[in-house]
């Protein structure tokens, strides 16, 4: 069987990727590091799309695989943009991160490759990252009147409005949430263990005495508990009569047949078709 030979290694090493690319990329780069198996490059968030550019072009990183976001609140440049790329040619990945605050945006990466659209709108959707130059930036994964980002750490977990589509104004709206703020409580407590207060609606099983356990006898000691024994068998073998069942007589005559109500005359023999009646 012939074998397949192609230029990419099963295998791609980042032995002196990080030195060659950080010396690429001169000033704008901030910062290159070895983590976790993997390459990971900060640049100026204003030189993003040189430093792509640059990296798709003569460093034979072609695909731009995915973005993601990040949020630090602890920081002053809260948010983390990571772009993933991809070299076909030699079957290795590197990451790329800029830096942003809240009103910051980020160039747009859409000149160099058309999937950034989509995936810049998951970023701005989920964390709020602004990208200059994307002229279609809208949310692609939240629901028509959704208010804030669902990814960031700023919003309370247990919420106290809803969000339902109203037909009568066929739109999203936002209500007060129903639910009793009562029953709002939630405690880390297995419901197969039980709680250690008494639920709502048992407050009467609590009071009632212990029912004594009952004594269930089995049936499997001795024949007798069963009905099972020398007397049982032969009462079953012994035969009620022989032959069919026996006919019970009556004084009283059985009905008969109803008469019928009417005579119907015969119908008169229909005439035979002609030639000229099939006409």
């Not at 999203?172 to 250690?196: H, I, T």
Request: aromatic content about 8%; glycine content about 6%.
């Amino acid at each position: 069987m012939a074998s397949v030979l192609h230029s990419a290694p099963r295998f791609a090493s980042n032995e002196g990727v990080k030195d060659k690319l950080s010396a690429a990329l001169g000033s704008m780069l901030l910062a290159s590091k070895e983590e976790h198996g993997e390459i990971v490059l900060g640049v100026e968030r204003e030189r993003i799309e040189d430093v792509l550019r640059l990296l798709r072009d003569e460093h034979e990183y072609q695909q731009l695989v995915e973005m993601a976001g990040v949020d630090y609140p602890s920081r002053e440049e809260r948010f983390e943009v990571v772009y993933m790329l991809l070299s076909l040619t030699k079957n290795h990945r590197i990451l790329v991160k800029v830096r942003a605050r809240e009103d910051t945006p980020v160039p747009t990466v859409t000149t160099l490759w058309p999937n950034a659209g989509w995936l810049e709108r998951e970023v701005f959707d989920l964390y709020g990252v602004i990208f200059e130059g994307n002229t279609d930036l809208r949310r692609i994964l939240t629901d028509y009147g959704f208010e804030g980002h669902p990814f960031r750490k700023d919003f309370p977990l247990t919420g106290y409005q809803e969000l339902r589509y109203s037909e009568e104004e066929k739109r999203v709206v936002y209500e007060p949430v129903e639910l009793a703020q009562d029953f709002r409580r939630f405690e880390f407590m297995s419901p197969w263990e039980g709680a250690n207060y008494v639920l709502p609606g048992d407050e009467k099983a609590a009071e009632a005495p212990p029912v004594p356990p009952v004594e269930v006898k089995k049936t499997t000691d001795k024949p007798a508990d069963t009905g099972a024994g020398a007397k049982t068998d032969a009462k079953a073998a012994k035969k009620v009569s022989k032959g069919p069942p026996a006919q019970k007589r009556t004084a009283k005559k059985e009905p008969a047949a109803p008469k019928p109500t009417e005579d119907r005359p015969a119908r008169k023999p229909r005439a035979k078709k002609t030639d000229g009646d099939a006409k």
